[in-house]
């Protein structure tokens, strides 16, 4: 009997693994991909600021007003793990989860499992190879998540399935047993906001649902009561979308307060990113790129390009959603002007969904040439857009390579370590020095938050790098909290080319330059010395 029943068990999981042998062979790929990311040292800028700000969550300091970053919130929640493997190790899983749920979303799409398999491999390579720097657990990674949780789930609803069925009429009628399920769309993407504020774009996704179906029967001819159903239809299906997102970033903002941190998560956590996406201006000797790449320069090219694809009649509903993402996403991926390849990660899925459908319905069947000739048009924008910003992806082959190198013995892990950032060399000598001091909290005076995530440390200070101290000119409080504090030790960077004057007087009084190294001096307090 014992027998029978291991044997049905073993049975069932045959018969699971054969249905979704697809997404078993993209998991593997994945996985096998991702073994080096386990192996690196710590080295990367912004994953070390989440490590940091999730230690001094774990340690009671609170968000926006101990200690400070820019992004909003769920990030540095997410990074409350032990350590940098950990973190990896969630990464992993997410991208894991990430994978099936953009499979079965492309697979719904494509109605054939051929092509979502091909554009999942696509979504994949490009979310994990580090061109685009997705070995490294960037925001945009975590963001991919929660956008895929309510994309599937908005494939569950009416109104998507109607209106990719050339339905648009019934797409927008009053539903009211699918209504929970549009404010549970809208909540996830709402976490994927509250992870970084772009998502905001990929949610505008959800909303051209209802959007391309309305301005599809705008030029039918209806009754004067049917056109104020469908119009009644779109309003309150967008309302309950527009709920649903509002729900976690008001219980955010309810939290935050309770916390007595509501004006400072204001500050810092949703209003400094209106900030940082307006402080960077290219000039690129050209009128028209230069007001292109504007705040009105973008949002007038994505109004012309959401109205063409919304108004011109031979496009198909499944081009519409798919080019619309891309176009959304573009605008999300440019909101800071910055050449940092991780931006460019929001793009992925909808770039890999057009890739497929030009294929797919043009190229193999002399598909429509408008549509051809605009997601064409599409593609290149972000290869263009690029090069105007000199981005430079991260190399997969010297990545895998030093790996590879590694494993057969050709190079030593310090040799390994060190080649990922000049940093490493010194930061693993003087992690030796704070560890030896068992002190929690550090000061370092600089950009080197790898040193306090390498070291289980949090800064003497609301922040925990020089920049945002000079950004925000928080000099006076930062040495405030360093005199009242007293940290054991504090690192000044020797690259830090800002002077702080009131800073280097306080440790020629009470501090002793103990170790020197290439990249930094550690200076002990005196009274350690005794």
Not at 261 to 286: I, K, P, T
Not at 293 to 304: D, N, R, S
Request: with cysteine; glycine share 6%.
């Amino acid at each position: 009997m014992y027998t029978g029943k291991v044997l049905k068990i073993l049975k069932k999981i045959d018969q699971k693994c054969d249905q979704y042998k697809e997404v078993l062979g993209l998991w593997l790929m994945v996985v096998i991909l991702r073994i080096p990311n386990f192996f690196e040292p710590y080295w990367y800028g912004d994953e070390a600021i989440y490590l940091t700000i999730g230690r001094g969550l774990r340690q009671g300091l609170r968000l926006y007003t101990d200690i400070i970053d820019h992004k909003t919130p769920l990030i540095y929640y997410l990074a409350m793990v032990p350590d940098q493997f950990n973190f990896r190790l969630l990464n992993l899983s997410w991208a894991l989860v990430t994978t099936a749920l953009f499979f079965f979303v492309a697979q719904n799409l494509f109605k054939k499992t051929k092509p979502a398999l091909v554009s999942t491999t696509i979504f994949v390579l490009l979310t994990t190879l580090p061109w685009l720097e997705g070995h490294i657990p960037n925001g945009e990674l975590f963001v991919l998540g929660f956008v895929m949780v309510g994309l599937w789930l908005m494939t569950k609803t009416s109104l998507w399935k109607k209106f990719l069925t050339s339905q648009p009429r019934q797409a927008l009628q009053l539903a009211p047993k699918e209504a929970w399920r549009l404010v549970a769309v809208g909540i996830f993407y709402g976490l994927a906001v509250l992870t970084k504020v772009p998502g905001i774009l990929d949610f505008g996704m959800v909303v051209l649902v209802a959007w391309f179906a309305l301005t599809s029967l705008i030029t039918t001819q209806l009754k004067s009561t049917q056109r104020w159903q469908i119009f009644k239809g779109f309003l309150l299906k967008s309302a309950l979308l527009v709920a649903g997102l509002l729900i976690p970033i008001g219980l955010s903002i309810i939290y935050f307060i309770s916390r007595g941190s509501g004006q400072d998560y204001l500050d810092y956590g949703l209003l400094y990113n209106f900030r940082y996406a307006g402080s960077w201006q290219l000039r690129l000797n050209n009128p028209l790129l230069d007001f292109l790449f504007t705040l009105p320069g973008k949002i007038t090219a994505l109004t012309a390009i959401l109205l063409l694809l919304s108004f011109w009649r031979k496009y198909t509903p499944r081009f519409q959603l798919i080019a619309g993402w891309l176009t959304l996403a573009m605008f999300a991926g440019l909101l800071s002007n910055r050449a940092y390849p991780h931006y460019f990660i929001q793009l992925v899925p909808a770039f890999s969904l057009l890739l497929v459908e030009l294929w797919q319905n043009f190229f193999r069947q002399r598909g429509q040439k408008t549509a051809l000739a605009t997601g064409l048009g599409l593609l290149i924008i972000p290869f263009a857009t690029a090069g105007l910003l000199n981005l430079h992806p991260f190399s997969t082959s010297e990545y895998y390579g030093k790996f590879i190198k590694l494993t057969t013995g050709q190079i030593t892990i310090e040799q390994y370590d060190q080649s990922f950032n000049h940093f490493i060399k010194d930061n693993y000598a003087a992690a030796q020095v704070i560890r030896g001091l068992n002190g929690d909290r550090i000061f370092i005076w600089g950009t080197n938050p790898m040193l306090y995530a390498l070291t289980q440390t949090t800064p003497t200070s609301r922040f925990t790098v020089s920049f945002h101290i000079k950004d925000f000119n928080d000099h006076q409080r930062t040495l405030e909290q360093i005199m009242t504090e007293q940290p054991k030790l504090i690192v000044v960077m020797k690259d830090e080319t800002d002077e702080f004057p009131a800073l280097q007087n306080f440790l020629s009084l009470n501090y002793f330059p103990n170790y020197q190294y290439e990249q930094m001096t550690l200076w002990l307090l005196q009274k350690n010395l005794q």
